[in-house]
């Protein structure tokens, strides 16, 4: 199978079939919420009346409930050229990996799925749609999408989705983040929630001694002595990145979850979501 099709499959039966039982949904859909009784009135929906209490007080009641809308989700995969790395597979290919989980997810519980392409603008959308096949059209387009000496802008990405999106909605945005989102306005209109998605290589590289390594956005080429100091001041540079984009992302009251290449995705979005 091609790797499109491995990735379709295994999201496919990680969803439909293995989440079953103990195994819940990545995320709950919603649906109506029982809230209280009251006595039937002429017009109501006579499949409400509820008859254990109605032959109990012997006058018909009713079944009241408050129906809760179906989600809106929008996928964003943010696909600058740093995701173009991985030392098992590419970060790209995990970013689909997870976009599969999220859609299948979503068409699951009946809700609507929407998906988008960034980088430093808007590369591709989809318009909100509950059909399988936007599931494999938003996979095959970031797996075929050509990263390299791309550049990500985060502003771009908060203004777009705030103009464009009028209903509320979940909004899942892929990504490295290797650069600190300001996403505090778009969270006050809707739940935005950050998965980041990184290789360990790149977060504790080994001692590579002089090397020459390619910045996959800008290409520009760096030479150096990757001894143990150089590596382990660079790890500590990334460890503090992190700590600052995991304070920001709490302050914004943004969810968020850390997928490695070499992770399950599936285990780690149920457990952001509450599935376990």
Do not use: C
Not at 16 to 31: A, D, K, L, T, Y
Not at 184 to 203: G, P, S, T
Not at 232 to 241: P, Q
């Amino acid at each position: 199978m091609s790797k499109l099709q491995k990735i379709l499959v295994r999201a496919r039966r990680q969803v439909f079939s293995e989440m079953v039982g103990n195994n819940p949904s990545i995320f709950q859909g919603e649906g109506y919420d029982f809230i209280e009784l009251r006595e039937y009135m002429p017009g109501d929906d006579i499949r409400r009346i509820d008859w254990n209490i109605t032959a109990k007080m012997q006058k018909p009641f009713i079944k009241i409930f408050r129906e809760e809308r179906e989600l809106s989700v929008v996928i964003v995969s943010v696909l600058n050229g740093s995701v173009h790395f991985g030392s098992k597979k590419f970060k790209q290919e995990s970013i689909a990996e997870v976009v599969a989980l999220l859609g299948y997810s979503t068409l699951k519980n009946g809700d609507l799925l929407s998906s988008y392409i960034f980088t430093d603008e808007m590369i591709s959308h989809s318009k909100p749609s509950k059909k399988l096949h936007l599931v494999q059209k938003s996979v095959e387009e970031v797996l075929n999408f050509d990263a390299l000496n791309q550049k990500v802008d985060f502003k771009v990405i908060a203004d777009t989705l705030f103009k464009r999106l009028k209903r509320k909605s979940l909004i899942l945005i892929v990504g490295d983040y290797f650069e600190i989102p300001d996403f505090k306005l778009l969270a006050k209109k809707h739940e935005v929630v950050a998965v980041i998605v990184r290789d360990r290589l790149e977060e504790n590289p080994p001692e590579m001694g002089f090397a020459s390594l390619v910045d996959p956005e800008s290409g520009a080429v760096l030479e150096g002595d990757f001894n143990a100091s150089s590596v382990r001041a660079y790890s500590k540079k990334v460890a503090l990145h992190d700590h600052n984009l995991f304070e920001r992302l709490r302050k914004d009251d943004i969810r968020f979850t850390k997928v490695y290449t070499d992770s399950i995705a599936s285990v780690e979005l149920r457990r952001l979501f509450g599935g376990i």
